[in-house]
Protein backbone atom coordinates (compact mmCIF):
# COMPACT_ATOMS: atom_id res chain seq x y z
CA UNK A 1 0.00 0.00 0.00
CA UNK A 2 2.93 2.96 0.73
CA UNK A 3 4.16 2.15 -2.53
CA UNK A 4 1.01 2.44 -4.36
CA UNK A 5 0.41 5.51 -2.88
CA UNK A 6 3.74 6.83 -3.67
CA UNK A 7 2.99 5.84 -6.92
CA UNK A 8 -0.28 8.30 -6.99
CA UNK A 9 0.70 10.87 -4.78
CA UNK A 10 4.59 11.18 -5.63
CA UNK A 11 4.94 9.88 -8.75
CA UNK A 12 7.70 7.70 -7.22
CA UNK A 13 8.26 5.14 -9.94
CA UNK A 14 11.58 3.94 -8.70
CA UNK A 15 12.91 1.06 -5.66
CA UNK A 16 16.20 -0.21 -5.41
CA UNK A 17 16.81 -3.63 -5.73
CA UNK A 18 17.24 -4.49 -1.98
CA UNK A 19 14.00 -2.91 -0.86
CA UNK A 20 12.57 -4.84 -3.92
CA UNK A 21 14.29 -8.14 -2.53
CA UNK A 22 12.64 -7.52 1.36
CA UNK A 23 9.23 -6.59 -0.22
CA UNK A 24 9.08 -9.68 -2.39
CA UNK A 25 10.04 -11.90 0.76
CA UNK A 26 7.25 -10.45 3.13
CA UNK A 27 4.50 -10.31 0.48
CA UNK A 28 5.01 -14.15 -0.52
CA UNK A 29 5.59 -14.96 3.16
CA UNK A 30 2.01 -13.53 4.10
CA UNK A 31 0.14 -14.94 1.24
CA UNK A 32 1.36 -18.57 2.63
CA UNK A 33 0.49 -17.43 5.96
CA UNK A 34 -2.93 -16.43 5.54
CA UNK A 35 -3.46 -19.43 3.06
CA UNK A 36 -2.28 -21.44 6.21
CA UNK A 37 -5.13 -19.38 8.11
CA UNK A 38 -7.87 -20.14 5.40
CA UNK A 39 -7.02 -23.58 5.84
CA UNK A 40 -6.95 -23.73 10.11
CA UNK A 41 -10.28 -22.44 9.51
CA UNK A 42 -11.65 -24.83 7.20
CA UNK A 43 -10.34 -27.86 9.70
CA UNK A 44 -12.28 -25.42 12.72
CA UNK A 45 -15.74 -25.62 10.86
CA UNK A 46 -15.07 -29.44 9.97
CA UNK A 47 -14.47 -30.18 13.42
CA UNK A 48 -17.42 -28.39 14.78
CA UNK A 49 -19.65 -29.47 12.58
CA UNK A 50 -18.33 -33.21 12.02
CA UNK A 51 -17.25 -33.69 15.21
CA UNK A 52 -18.90 -31.39 17.74
CA UNK A 53 -18.45 -33.18 21.26
CA UNK A 54 -14.70 -33.43 20.53
CA UNK A 55 -14.43 -29.83 19.32
CA UNK A 56 -13.39 -28.94 23.29
CA UNK A 57 -10.93 -31.23 23.17
CA UNK A 58 -9.23 -30.74 19.80
CA UNK A 59 -8.82 -27.47 19.14
CA UNK A 60 -7.22 -26.26 22.60
CA UNK A 61 -5.32 -22.75 23.01
CA UNK A 62 -1.87 -25.09 22.91
CA UNK A 63 -2.63 -26.88 19.94
CA UNK A 64 -3.85 -23.88 18.16
CA UNK A 65 -0.95 -21.89 18.79
CA UNK A 66 1.54 -24.68 18.01
CA UNK A 67 -0.30 -25.20 14.74
CA UNK A 68 0.15 -21.18 13.95
CA UNK A 69 3.72 -21.32 14.77
CA UNK A 70 4.67 -23.93 12.47
CA UNK A 71 2.34 -22.38 9.54
CA UNK A 72 4.25 -19.08 10.24
CA UNK A 73 7.14 -21.07 10.14
CA UNK A 74 6.34 -23.06 7.08
CA UNK A 75 5.67 -19.73 5.11
CA UNK A 76 8.95 -17.72 6.13
CA UNK A 77 11.20 -21.11 5.47
CA UNK A 78 10.05 -21.73 2.02
CA UNK A 79 10.12 -18.03 0.87
CA UNK A 80 13.61 -17.00 2.50
CA UNK A 81 15.27 -18.06 -0.32
CA UNK A 82 13.74 -16.46 -3.02
CA UNK A 83 15.32 -12.54 -2.07
CA UNK A 84 18.53 -14.59 -2.65
CA UNK A 85 17.89 -16.74 -5.96
CA UNK A 86 17.00 -13.45 -7.58
CA UNK A 87 19.43 -11.75 -5.82
CA UNK A 88 22.43 -14.09 -7.76
CA UNK A 89 21.20 -12.36 -10.64
CA UNK A 90 22.44 -9.77 -13.16
CA UNK A 91 19.70 -7.50 -14.75
CA UNK A 92 20.26 -6.27 -17.93
CA UNK A 93 16.41 -5.75 -19.63
CA UNK A 94 14.14 -2.54 -19.41
CA UNK A 95 13.47 -2.80 -15.45
CA UNK A 96 9.94 -2.44 -15.83
CA UNK A 97 7.79 -4.25 -13.12
CA UNK A 98 4.06 -5.28 -14.03
CA UNK A 99 2.49 -4.13 -11.05
CA UNK A 100 3.47 -1.54 -8.34
CA UNK A 101 5.00 -4.05 -5.98
CA UNK A 102 7.73 -6.38 -6.07
CA UNK A 103 6.52 -10.61 -6.96
CA UNK A 104 9.08 -13.43 -7.43
CA UNK A 105 7.47 -14.24 -10.71
CA UNK A 106 7.34 -11.11 -12.26
CA UNK A 107 11.14 -10.04 -10.81
CA UNK A 108 12.83 -13.16 -12.07
CA UNK A 109 11.47 -12.62 -15.62
CA UNK A 110 13.97 -9.20 -15.91
CA UNK A 111 17.22 -11.37 -15.63
CA UNK A 112 19.62 -11.72 -18.29
CA UNK A 113 20.23 -15.24 -17.17
CA UNK A 114 18.81 -18.76 -16.70
CA UNK A 115 15.77 -18.75 -14.37
CA UNK A 116 14.81 -22.29 -14.68
CA UNK A 117 16.07 -23.07 -10.78
CA UNK A 118 13.93 -20.37 -9.71
CA UNK A 119 11.25 -21.39 -11.92
CA UNK A 120 10.98 -24.83 -10.26
CA UNK A 121 11.88 -23.76 -7.30
CA UNK A 122 8.86 -20.84 -7.01
CA UNK A 123 6.53 -23.70 -8.28
CA UNK A 124 7.13 -26.24 -6.02
CA UNK A 125 6.61 -23.22 -3.29
CA UNK A 126 3.08 -22.46 -4.55
CA UNK A 127 2.23 -26.44 -4.77
CA UNK A 128 3.13 -27.27 -1.03
CA UNK A 129 1.48 -24.24 0.38
CA UNK A 130 -1.41 -23.11 -1.85
CA UNK A 131 -1.76 -26.45 -4.05
CA UNK A 132 -1.52 -28.10 -1.06
CA UNK A 133 -3.54 -26.15 0.98
CA UNK A 134 -6.93 -25.45 -1.22
CA UNK A 135 -6.75 -29.26 -1.71
CA UNK A 136 -7.18 -30.01 1.86
CA UNK A 137 -9.60 -26.96 1.81
CA UNK A 138 -11.02 -28.20 -0.81
CA UNK A 139 -11.23 -32.12 1.18
CA UNK A 140 -12.20 -30.86 4.36
CA UNK A 141 -15.41 -28.98 2.37
CA UNK A 142 -16.38 -32.41 0.72
CA UNK A 143 -16.63 -34.44 4.28
CA UNK A 144 -18.54 -31.09 5.69
CA UNK A 145 -21.11 -31.69 3.00
CA UNK A 146 -21.29 -35.27 3.02
CA UNK A 147 -22.12 -34.72 7.04
CA UNK A 148 -24.42 -32.22 6.46
CA UNK A 149 -26.66 -33.99 3.92
CA UNK A 150 -26.67 -36.93 6.02
CA UNK A 151 -28.77 -34.71 8.50
CA UNK A 152 -32.37 -35.45 8.42
CA UNK A 153 -33.72 -32.05 9.05
CA UNK A 154 -33.51 -29.40 6.32
CA UNK A 155 -33.78 -26.67 8.83
CA UNK A 156 -30.14 -28.46 11.15
CA UNK A 157 -28.87 -28.54 7.22
CA UNK A 158 -29.02 -25.46 6.25
CA UNK A 159 -28.26 -23.44 9.48
CA UNK A 160 -25.01 -26.08 9.56
CA UNK A 161 -23.80 -24.59 6.20
CA UNK A 162 -24.77 -21.19 7.04
CA UNK A 163 -21.63 -20.94 9.55
CA UNK A 164 -19.40 -21.76 7.00
CA UNK A 165 -20.86 -18.87 4.01
CA UNK A 166 -18.06 -16.45 5.42
CA UNK A 167 -15.33 -19.03 5.39
CA UNK A 168 -16.02 -20.14 1.76
CA UNK A 169 -16.54 -16.02 0.44
CA UNK A 170 -12.89 -15.51 2.16
CA UNK A 171 -11.15 -18.69 0.53
CA UNK A 172 -12.62 -17.42 -2.82
CA UNK A 173 -12.33 -14.21 -2.94
CA UNK A 174 -8.39 -14.95 -1.85
CA UNK A 175 -7.45 -17.86 -3.91
CA UNK A 176 -9.50 -16.66 -7.50
CA UNK A 177 -7.48 -13.75 -7.97
CA UNK A 178 -4.26 -15.54 -6.67
CA UNK A 179 -4.84 -18.48 -9.57
CA UNK A 180 -5.34 -16.00 -11.76
CA UNK A 181 -2.45 -13.80 -11.63
CA UNK A 182 -0.22 -17.01 -11.07
CA UNK A 183 -1.83 -18.35 -14.84
CA UNK A 184 -1.29 -15.18 -15.95
CA UNK A 185 2.44 -14.65 -15.34
CA UNK A 186 3.31 -18.11 -15.73
CA UNK A 187 1.56 -19.19 -19.51
CA UNK A 188 0.08 -15.96 -20.62
CA UNK A 189 2.50 -13.69 -22.05
CA UNK A 190 0.18 -12.64 -24.56
CA UNK A 191 -2.28 -11.47 -22.09
CA UNK A 192 -3.22 -7.70 -21.84
CA UNK A 193 -1.07 -5.67 -19.57
CA UNK A 194 -3.98 -4.07 -18.15
CA UNK A 195 -5.37 -7.43 -17.08
CA UNK A 196 -2.48 -8.02 -15.67
CA UNK A 197 -2.55 -4.78 -13.82
CA UNK A 198 -5.64 -4.84 -12.77
CA UNK A 199 -5.51 -8.73 -11.31
CA UNK A 200 -2.34 -7.55 -9.24
CA UNK A 201 -4.51 -4.75 -7.94
CA UNK A 202 -7.77 -6.91 -6.81
CA UNK A 203 -5.41 -9.54 -5.51
CA UNK A 204 -3.36 -6.90 -3.21
CA UNK A 205 -6.09 -4.91 -2.13
CA UNK A 206 -9.63 -6.75 -2.48
CA UNK A 207 -9.17 -9.51 -0.08
CA UNK A 208 -7.80 -6.83 2.93
CA UNK A 209 -10.77 -4.46 2.06
CA UNK A 210 -13.57 -6.87 1.74
CA UNK A 211 -12.42 -9.93 4.64
CA UNK A 212 -14.09 -7.21 7.48
CA UNK A 213 -17.20 -6.76 5.33
CA UNK A 214 -18.14 -10.53 4.71
CA UNK A 215 -17.59 -11.34 8.70
CA UNK A 216 -18.88 -8.42 9.79
CA UNK A 217 -22.08 -9.31 8.14
CA UNK A 218 -22.76 -12.31 9.59
CA UNK A 219 -22.59 -10.66 13.47
CA UNK A 220 -26.11 -9.39 14.11
CA UNK A 221 -24.46 -6.47 16.62
CA UNK A 222 -22.30 -5.58 13.54
CA UNK A 223 -24.52 -5.43 11.11
CA UNK A 224 -26.93 -3.18 13.37
CA UNK A 225 -24.18 -0.70 14.19
CA UNK A 226 -23.41 -0.08 10.80
CA UNK A 227 -27.19 -0.04 9.44
CA UNK A 228 -27.80 2.76 12.39
CA UNK A 229 -24.07 4.34 11.17
CA UNK A 230 -25.73 4.95 7.53
CA UNK A 231 -28.81 5.73 8.27
CA UNK A 232 -27.82 8.28 11.01
Known amino acids: MPTILGIFWFNS ?8 FAQLFFIHSLQCIESSVL ?12 NPLRYASILTLPRIAKTGLVFVLRGVALIFPLPFLVKRFRYCRANVLSHSYCLHQDVMKMACADITVNNIYGLSVALLTMGLDSLLILLSYVMILKTVLSIASSMECLTALNTCVSHLCAVLIFYIPEIGLA ?8 SSHFLQILLGYV ?12 YSVKSKHLRARIIRAFVK
Open 13 to 20: REISLNAC
Open 39 to 50: LLMAFDRFIAIC
Open 203 to 214: YMMIPPLINPIV
Open 183 to 190: LIHRFGNS
